[in-house]
């Protein structure tokens, strides 16, 4: 197996046990709201300070991966999470709940940035939407596998247990990421002539010195519509990975014992479709301009997503408001290979960056999504609301993609 192969297998792994930890909250929403006291609102607060520690680390962190490389960095980030993957599990009360998800939060960010960043230094640029699709199918069979898991473990042991279980994944990871990995392929020594001379040919990217070139940045209105665009794709991300599994509960009747298997759903045609808009955007950019390539699929699935959710929300069976919920965000999720391949496109030497941008201002829905969805359930009494809104949400997503060009580099003015 090529060396640029066995990195990308580790980055797979990472994004895995990145979702099992982030998700595995979700599962045990119920049994944790129910030892500790805690209403919708609260728990949505919960849900939603995770994402607002991640939010404020993850330009550092895509930063730090290009200035210092990720091989340090994604090893310490994986251990501090690990850390509060853990401490998850001693909680005692809403206030000690909000302290621990918050700097998980913090510990998780720089992980997809770090990534990009690899990727970028890693893969020819043809070969990057899908080694991009490849790490966001392991997000989406962590996040799969998570409720799954979860519920397995929590009949056993309750839901403390589940979070040192699931800390332990982590710090295993983060010891073979340092033992292994180096931050240029050329000085890996798995790494054949052959292989180092295809990488060179068509990576575009330098080693990277200096600061952060702030201003190109926030002069570019590529990197600026990419993250509003990443924030409709991130609210509709968060009701699946905060409020489905109660959703499932409470809106839809769903028996507790098959809310696990009904949750996994989603995350397994995700999963399918991160893999399939890896591939069909890199063979289109073979085919037509590569702005095209990248906003043609994107705009198709949100679009496609946005109609799905109505159907969901507004369906009396439970078979096709389920089924509509899994492939809507199937359909959403064919744009998460395309949006980072995007990043690199733009960022070049800067993937990390620009990614980290992208990731950290499109987190704006991901942080309002749960906090808000849980008071719209408590002060109307219906689920169909929320789900409407997020539609809506991916409709204007689709649109700012007209004002994204994979074409136009950080350097260039856009």
Partial sequence: MPARYRALSLMFLLTLVTYLDRVCISATAGAMSEELGLSKAQMGDVFSIFVLGYVLFEIPGGWLADRYGARALLARIVAWWSLFTALTGL??????????????????AGAFPGCASAISRWFPAAERGRAQAVIMVGSR????????????????????????????????????????????????PSVSPQERAHILAGRHVIAHEGGAPWGRLLRSRNVWALAAMYSGYAWGLYFYL???????????GIAWERVGLAASAPMLAGAGANYLGGW??????????????????AMGGLLAAAALLVAAAKA???????????????????ILAICWATCMD????????????MNSLGQVGAVLAPAVIGRLVEAFGSWEIPLLISAGYYVVSAGIWLWIDAEKPLATPA
């Fill in 91 to 108: 909680a005692w009360s809403y206030g000690s709940l909000l302290a621990i998800r918050f700097l998980f939060g913090c510990g998780e």
């Fill in 141 to 188: 069979l962590g996040a799969a596998f998570a409720p799954l898991l979860v519920i397995g473990v929590m009949a056993r042991t309750g839901w403390r247990p589940v979070y040192w279980i699931f800390a332990g994944l982590g710090l295993l990871w983060a010891a073979a990421w340092a033992w292994w990995y180096r931050n240029w392929p050329e000085e890996h």
């Fill in 242 to 252: 905060t409020w489905l599994p109660t959703y499932l509960l409470e809106g839809r």
């Fill in 280 to 297: 069909l955007t890199d063979a289109l950019s073979r085919r037509i301009p590569l702005r095209l390539a990248r906003r043609i699929p």
């Fill in 316 to 334: 009396e069976s439970n078979a096709v408001s389920l089924t509509a919920l899994a492939l809507s965000f199937g359909c959403a999720d064919l």
């Fill in 346 to 357: 733009v960022g070049r030497e800067q993937a990390g960056l620009v990614s980290g941008f």
